[in-house]
């Protein structure tokens, strides 16, 4: 039994032309503590999967389950709030907020104060290479680059116990690279 686990997971979509089978009959189960990479060619299913896996959906057929729980039977904005934090591959960052204002924001609904939430923000821009002057930027006035390490930043601010990340280092540099890899390592 894993923390996150697949039973005969199945999720089809109707296009205006077409019956898409995104994903058929999966079946997973990932532990605590462990690092899994989804690897597969584009239009694979894998964004798709990732999707299920943060309660952004629900599956066609199977469950997706969360210790022991499937996630058709939760409250999926509690889900998505306490048990999981996605890394979008395009950033997903809030336009209007700041930088600072970006990464307090899972805390913050997590019922972390102002104060508390910024300082650690804080922290977190910088363990993931960013200066302190990025703290009030917004979004557009960063490269893609620094954009991405906003995300990732956002992510482990949310203190998620699992985080799902889409290409996390794919707009990164190698060394950049390996030094969120480790990051997110531990």
Known sequence: MGVLELRDVS?????QYQKVEALRNITASFDGGKVYAVVGKS????????????????????????????????????YRREQVAVIY????????????????????????????????AKIWVEKVGLP???????PTMLSG??????AIARALASEAPVILADEPTGNLDE????????ILKE
Do not use: W
């Open 89 to 120: 591959q395009n950033f997903r960052l809030f336009p209007l907020l700041t930088v600072a204002e970006n990464v307090m924001y899972p805390m913050e609904l997590r019922g972390t104060s102002p104060r508390e939430a910024r300082e650690k």
């Open 132 to 138: 302190e002057t990025v703290l009030g930027r917004y």
């Open 11 to 15: 999720y089809t979509y109707q296009t």
């Open 175 to 182: 060394d950049t690279a390996q030094g969120i890899t480790e």
């Open 43 to 78: 239009g694979s299913g894998k964004t798709t999967l990732l999707s299920l896996l943060a309660g952004l959906d629900l599956p066609t057929e199977g469950e997706v389950l969360c210790h022991d729980v499937a996630t058709s039977q939760m409250k999926l904005e509690q």
């Open 145 to 150: 680059g620094e954009q991405q390490r906003v």
